[in-house]
């Protein structure tokens, strides 16, 4: 999950110069709220992860709700993403 949180770089972090890692805190984060929710025999699919992820991201980048809005098209991709790895797995 590491690589795709770097590849889709909601922030632009990476692609202003930071390391690869720099979203490893939010990957991290994530997997275990992903986890949790399988432990309790949640749905884990896309609208579920993209919950998730707006809460994780809020939390890391103290983010308003408009300042989330803005992300969402991004943070929507990211979560198929993590969604279909989730089905791999």
């Known amino acids: 999950m590491k690589d795709l949180f770097a590849e889709i770089d909601v922030e632009q972090l990476i692609a202003e110069g930071a390391p690869r890692d720099e979203y490893d805190d939010e990957v991290t984060a994530v997997a275990q709220k992903i986890m949790d929710l399988n432990f309790v025999k949640a749905k884990v699919d896309q609208a579920a992860i993209l ?4 809460d994780v991201w809020g939390k890391s980048f103290n983010l308003k709700e408009n300042e989330l809005e803005k992300r ?18």
Do not use: H
């Open 51 to 54: 919950g998730v992820l707006i």
């Open 72 to 89: 969402r098209p991004e943070l929507t991709r990211l979560a198929t993403k993590v969604e279909e790895i989730c089905v791999k797995s």
